[in-house]
Every structure is written in structure tokens, then in C-alpha cells.
């Protein structure tokens, strides 16, 4: 019994830490999707950021200067994407796609310069890394059965980047649906000739909308150099940009769907590592790429129109041509 | 419409401006050699000589423009109906699996002649097979091929990695590939073609794929340009809606064009598996399906202008190859950088120049006018 309550507790504690990033980066492209601005360099941008975390930290030894640097690194990033789709009308899929393969080898390129180490990055230690904070009350409330037991596990003892992420999301919720901002952002991304009739700039509304989707997607890199491991490797974002993508269309483009998209997709990569050469019964032993490829499969089907409908904002894909 | 929409000479749109991307790209790239401490003219001495200098490297410069014509065609064939077809990538994974499964599976009991063909449809047939799915899927359920192909991309890397761990591999190598398919069946590469006819070039990977990525595009071209399957995908591509009224149904121009688009991205599979590795592995299609959008971009989704920017790819990719075996400096990253810049100034920041472009012909053309009125 306590058995299975520690191996469930560590799974969704883990699930926690895997969500993290899904959940800034999905976040960042639900600001920039529901402006009309299609974001598939989100990976691009989490692994740029990623790199300019554990760079800065490892030169400074400040993980907070990193995390800086991240969200720099990361807004030039969204605003060259904005340049091409919102100035000059380019393909937003062709933006996103050159801003990938872009990320993936400068920042080997620029590694290998700095640090001489085949392009990763030195070991970050102590200062230079977001360590687990203990939230306070886990003494007091560590004599309860359970509770005690899920406070000290699963709520308390993470990174400060993983309270960031979740804190962004009724954060976001807010943004887009309660403030003046947010109205206009999801309306140039709706309707954008309405908006511009309105005497409101829709190239600003999207700058800004990518500016902060290029924000988000900093922190979401700095979480996976600097928080979640110790160094910058060779493309060590790994697809998540893209299954934060898959995420965001999975949450339909709503900040607490997506957030419980992100937890099922976390959880089912924790699960993954856990079932590692688990022989289940009856099932037998369930290959670790099935799970692994699940998020893509749902999405697929949720696409397919056989789990609701997933309506992207209407206008996203569009550049906005200003009729004469 | 604005002024930037509107004509301009042919050789200005097909020409001058690719032209002006691609040296905005090569300036970016100086920079940032000049930023690692590489001196840029030595780096293009290196890579021209790499791509060019001697057989061997003219092999490979070939060999890897073979792998890009195929996906540029692919794209563009989806480009002509309307469709982003960004799933290059899985279905050239899938066309190299199905060139494989074709191969470890007949080699043993038929002769090579008749299981290369064979294994040439099945490449075709395995990455239709993967670009239909998608294409299905945007035509009766309306999802969007975009977002369908990119996971598609990542479908086809975890049922590889799966097949290549538990099922397709050889138990006798540590690493995840097949067994190596009897040589009957391999492509005959273009040294040995040669030697039979009693010239000596020096060997490379280079294979007769090559010959039938021109078919593919003499195919294309045709299939286009002038039969009435191509001109009703050009129709669903410029106007769906009027294309309805001509009694053309866009749900069926959609999955054809894009199984067509597939299946010429699968030939990668012809190029890697039957004709260089000769064994099913893991990553042999890396990047091939993604720089093939820039090379139907960069080629204005036109055979010719496709032959020309993936000869340009492919001098990156040989050139970048023999820059990282020659300076200490520099990896093999830097072919990846080459390709994002091009990617980014000739793919996304295509119109960068146009409207540019546009005032210098119409003030040009102004002045002309105005000339004529005086004379």
C-alpha cells in the first residue's frame, strides 16, 4: 500500500519537473498563435535559450543572470520570426522551421567557440544552477499521514522554475482574457481587420504578442540547462518544443487546457521512463517508443475531429495585408 | 493590393532576387566566421575546393544534391495544389524502411534486378503511404497538414527506433542497424558504371539515384505543367473555390498530390539505403526533409530552378563537410548553420528586397517613360 503511494507520489513528482517546460513553452506559443503568428520554432527558441542559460551561468556563475540571458537570447529569436512574418509577410511555417535548424547549429557552433568542449558547455555547480527550494511548513505538517507525505514530495522541494511555470498560467489566463492587452491580442488574431479599423496596429499588437511568447520560451530553455540538468548538450531540447506544440493544439489555445495537456503529456514521459523494461501482466512489456510517441498520436486524432474539435484562432497562418 | 504584389520582370522575381538572398546569407555567414576567428576567405576556398576540386568531392557534392532534389519535389508538388508539406523528413525515413523491408525480405530468393525495382516502389510506396495519412486527414476531417506532417515526422523516428532496436536489427552488431543486404541488390555506383565502360573517376557515394532524381523531375515537370491531373492540382492550389465550380474535387487533388509528394521524398530512401548504406539504420534522412522546403522555395517550385538550389545544397553540405575536416575550429554544425541562413533569407525573408526592388524597377521605368514623352 505505502508501497504503491511512494512509486505514484514519485511519478507525478516527476511529472511535475517534465511538465515545467512543456508549460512555459506551450504557454509562449498560445500567445503567439492566438495573435495570428503560426510558432513552430519553439524548439528553436528553447534551445537557444537553453544554450545562453548554461553559457552566461557557467561564465558568471549566476544561474539568474542566465535565465536573463535565456529570455534575451529568446526575444531576438521571436522578434527576427516577427520580422519575416509580420513585417515582410514571409511563411510563418518556413520562419519557424529556418529558426530551428538556425538554433541547432549556432549554438554548437557558438559552444564550441566558448568553451572549446566539443560544443557543450561546462558542468554548472551550486550557485550557477536553480536548486529545489523547500517550501516552508513541511516540518509541521510532515506528521500527517499522506498529506504530510504529498506536501514535502510533490508540492514542495522544486526548482524555482517550476513554480514560475505553473504560476503563468492563471497569469496568462489573465492576460488574455481580463486585460485591454489581451482582448486586442486574441482580436488580431481573430479578426485583425476589425482591429486595424479600430485605429490599432496590428503589426505592434503581433510584435508584442511574440515578444512575449519569446519571453516565456527563454525561461522554458533556461529551465532544461539550468534547472532540470547541470550542462547544455548537443540539441538537448529533444522535440519538446514540438510537443508543446502538440500541447497547445491538445489545450485547444486555452492556458488551463493546455496546462492539463502538458500534465498528461509529462506524465506520460515519466510514465515511460518508469515502465523501462517493465514487464506488465497480461499487456507484457510495453515499448517505451509507444509511449514516448502517444502525445503526437492524440494530437493526430484530436485533429482528426474524433475527440472534440480543435478550431485554431482564425486568422493564425494569415500575414495581415493592410487593403488600399 | 500593394504595390509590392505587383509584376515585375520575370528575370528580376526568378533571378535577382534569389540572388540577393542567398549573398545577404553568405555576408551573414562571413560575420560569423569572422566572430569564431575563421578567416572567411580561406573557409570559401576550402569549401569550393571541397565541393569542386576533385573527383571524389564532385562525387559527393552530387550524391547529397541527389537526396535534396528528391525532397524539393516533394514539396513543391504539394506547394502546386496549396499544401505545406513539412513531412519530408518522415516520409523519407518511411521510403528508406520500405526500400529496406523490400530488400531483407526478397534479396535471399529473387535476383537483384528484379528486387531493385521493387524496392524502388516500395520506397515510393512506404513514404506515399506516410504522406497519406495526413493527407487524408486535412481533405475528409480537416485537420491541418502543417501541424499533422510535423507529428508524422516524429511517428515515423519512434516506429523506427522501435523496429531498429527489437525487430530489424542484426543481434550480431552492438549498434541498431540491419543486416547488410546481399550486394546484389545494391545500386551500382557511378565509379563502377564508369569502370564498366572503361573510364576511371575516383569512388564516392554518388549512384545511379541520380539519374532518377531527373526522371523524378522530367516527371514532375510533365505531371504539372501538362497533364490534367497537374493542371486541376494547380487549380485547387491558386483557387480552391473556383476550382469547384470547374467540377474538380480539391478532397482528392489533395491526397494525390501529397501521396505523389510522399512518395518522391520515400526516394531519399532509394539514395541512402539501396544505394550508399546498404542496411536499414537510424538517421540516414536527417535534415533532407526540411531544407527541401528552402530548395523548392529557392527554386520557385520549378524542376530547373529545383536542380539549381539543391546543387547549391548540396556544394553547403560537401563544402561544410571538408571545412570541419580541414580546420580544428569547426564541425560539421557549421553545414547546419549554412543551411538555417539560407533557409531564413531565401525561405522566410523571400520579399525582404521586393518592395525595394519594386521602386528601383518603377522609377527606372518611370524615367523611361518619361523619356519617350519628351522625344
Known amino acids: 500500500m505505502t508501497d504503491w503511494f511512494e512509486v505514484i507520489l514519485l511519478t507525478f513528482d516527476a511529472t511535475l519537473r517534465v511538465s515545467a517546460p512543456l508549460v512555459l513553452?506551450?504557454?509562449?506559443?498560445?500567445?503567439s498563435e492566438r495573435a495570428g503568428v503560426v510558432d513552430i520554432g519553439l524548439e528553436g527558441k528553447m534551445l537557444a535559450g537553453a544554450f545562453m542559460a548554461a553559457a552566461v551561468a557557467s561564465l558568471t556563475g549566476s544561474a539568474w543572470l542566465g535565465l536573463v540571458a535565456a529570455i534575451g537570447v529568446s526575444i531576438l529569436l521571436a522578434l527576427l520570426h516577427g520580422f519575416a512574418c509580420i513585417t515582410h509577410r514571409g511563411n510563418q511555417v518556413v520562419s519557424g522551421v529556418a529558426i530551428n535548424i538556425l538554433a541547432s547549429g549556432l549554438t554548437m557552433v557558438i559552444g564550441l567557440y566558448l568553451f572549446n568542449q566539443g560544443g557543450q558547455t561546462p558542468s554548472l555547480i551550486n550557485d550557477a544552477r536553480f536548486l529545489s527550494i523547500e517550501l516552508?511548513?513541511?516540518?509541521?505538517?510532515?506528521?500527517?499521514?499522506?498529506?504530510?507525505t504529498i506536501?514535502?514530495?510533490?508540492?514542495s522541494g522544486h526548482n524555482a522554475l517550476v513554480y514560475v511555470a505553473f504560476a503563468m498560467v492563471p497569469v496568462t489566463y489573465w492576460v488574455i482574457y481580463k486585460t485591454r492587452f489581451g482582448l486586442r491580442l486574441r482580436a488580431v488574431g481573430e479578426n485583425p481587420n476589425a482591429v486595424d479599423t479600430a485605429g490599432i496596429s496590428v503589426s505592434r499588437q503581433r510584435y508584442l504578442a511574440v515578444i512575449c511568447c519569446g519571453v516565456l520560451?527563454?525561461?522554458?530553455?533556461?529551465?532544461?540547462?539550468?534547472?532540470?540538468?547541470?550542462?547544455?548538450?548537443?540539441?538537448?531540447?529533444?522535440?519538446?518544443?514540438?510537443?508543446?506544440?502538440?500541447?497547445?493544439?491538445?489545450?485547444?489555445?486555452?492556458?488551463?487546457?493546455?496546462?492539463?495537456a502538458c500534465l498528461l503529456f509529462g506524465f506520460l514521459d515519466a510514465l515511460a521512463v518508469r515502465l523501462q523494461g517493465v514487464v506488465l501482466p497480461v499487456i507484457g512489456e510495453v515499448p517505451v517508443q509507444l509511449i514516448e510517441a502517444l502525445p503526437y498520436i492524440l494530437t493526430v486524432i484530436l485533429l482528426a475531429g474524433f475527440i472534440g474539435r480543435a478550431v485554431a484562432p482564425k486568422a493564425s497562418g494569415i500575414p495581415y495585408v493592410k487593403e488600399r | 493590393m500593394s504595390q509590392s504584389n505587383s509584376e515585375m520582370p520575370f528575370w528580376m522575381d526568378a533571378l535577382l532576387l534569389p540572388f540577393l538572398n542567398i549573398m545577404t546569407a553568405f555576408v551573414v555567414m562571413v560575420g560569423i566566421f569572422l566572430v569564431i576567428g575563421v578567416d572567411p576567405v580561406e573557409a570559401g576556398e576550402i569549401l569550393l575546393f571541397g565541393a569542386f576540386g576533385y573527383g571524389e568531392g564532385i562525387g559527393y557534392t552530387l550524391y547529397y544534391m541527389t537526396n535534396f532534389v528528391f525532397t524539393g519535389l516533394a514539396v513543391a508538388v504539394a506547394f502546386h495544389a496549396g499544401l505545406f508539406n513539412i513531412g519530408g523528413e518522415g516520409q523519407a525515413y518511411l521510403g528508406g524502411l520500405g526500400a529496406g523491408l523490400v530488400c531483407l525480405l526478397l534479396a535471399e530468393w529473387l535476383p537483384g534486378l528484379?528486387?531493385?525495382?521493387?524496392?524502388?516502389?516500395g520506397a515510393a510506396l512506404f513514404g506515399a503511404a506516410w504522406a497519406y495519412i495526413p493527407a487524408y486527414l486535412q481533405a475528409y476531417r480537416g485537420s491541418h497538414i502543417v501541424i499533422t506532417t510535423i507529428m508524422f515526422n516524429f511517428l515515423a523516428a519512434s516506429l523506427m527506433v522501435y523496429l531498429m532496436v527489437n525487430v530489424l536489427n542484426d543481434p550480431s552488431k552492438m549498434s541498431p542497424e540491419s543486416v547488410t543486404f546481399p550486394d546484389s541488390v545494391w545500386l551500382p555506383q557511378m565509379h563502377e558504371l564508369f569502370a564498366m565502360f572503361g573510364v576511371e573517376i575516383e569512388s564516392s557515394p554518388l549512384n545511379v539515384s541520380i539519374f532518377l532524381a531527373l526522371l523524378a523531375s522530367v516527371f514532375v515537370w510533365i505531371f504539372i505543367w501538362y497533364t490534367r491531373w497537374g493542371y486541376q492540382l494547380r487549380t485547387t492550389g491558386s483557387n480552391a473555390s473556383a476550382a469547384i465550380y470547374a467540377g474538380i474535387k480539391?478532397?482528392?487533388?489533395?491526397?494525390?498530390?501529397?501521396?505523389?509528394?510522399?512518395?518522391?521524398?520515400?526516394?531519399v530512401g532509394v539514395n541512402e539505403i539501396l544505394g550508399v548504406n546498404h542496411r536499414l539504420m537510424l538517421d540516414f534522412h536527417v535534415g533532407y526533409g526540411f531544407a527541401g522546403i528552402a530548395v523548392a522555395l529557392m527554386g520557385r517550385n520549378h524542376p530547373i530552378g529545383i536542380i539549381l538550389a539543391a546543387l547549391l545544397f548540396g556544394v553547403l553540405?560537401?563544402?561544410?563537410?571538408?571545412?570541419?575536416?580541414?580546420?580544428?575550429?569547426?564541425?560539421?554544425?557549421?553545414?547546419?548553420?549554412?543551411?538555417?541562413?539560407?533557409?531564413?533569407?531565401?525561405?522566410?525573408?523571400?520579399?525582404?528586397?521586393?518592395?525595394?526592388?519594386?521602386?528601383?524597377?518603377?522609377?527606372?521605368?518611370?524615367?523611361?517613360?518619361?523619356?519617350?514623352?519628351?522625344?
Open chain 1, 151 to 155: 506536501y514535502k514530495e510533490l508540492i
Open chain 1, 136 to 148: 516552508p511548513g513541511v516540518e509541521l505538517l510532515s506528521g500527517i499521514p499522506y498529506l504530510g
Open chain 2, 114 to 121: 528484379l528486387v531493385i525495382p521493387i524496392a524502388i516502389l
Open chain 1, 217 to 260: 520560451c527563454g525561461v522554458a530553455g533556461a529551465y532544461i540547462s539550468t534547472a532540470h540538468n547541470a550542462q547544455f548538450v548537443r540539441d538537448m531540447t529533444a522535440g519538446q518544443g514540438f510537443i508543446a506544440l502538440a500541447a497547445l493544439i491538445f489545450g485547444k489555445w486555452r492556458p488551463v487546457s493546455v496546462m492539463m
Open chain 2, 250 to 267: 480539391p478532397p482528392r487533388v489533395i491526397v494525390l498530390s501529397m501521396c505523389i509528394s510522399g512518395a518522391l521524398a520515400g526516394m
Open chain 2, 317 to 375: 553540405s560537401q563544402g561544410g563537410q571538408e571545412l570541419a575536416f580541414e580546420m580544428s575550429n569547426i564541425t560539421r554544425d557549421i553545414v547546419v548553420v549554412m543551411q538555417g541562413l539560407v533557409i531564413l533569407f531565401c525561405g522566410a525573408l523571400e520579399f525582404m528586397y521586393r518592395p525595394w526592388l519594386m521602386k528601383l524597377y518603377l522609377a527606372s521605368k518611370g524615367e523611361n517613360n518619361a523619356q519617350e514623352v519628351t522625344s
Open chain 1, 25 to 31: 513553452a506551450a504557454l509562449a506559443g498560445l500567445f
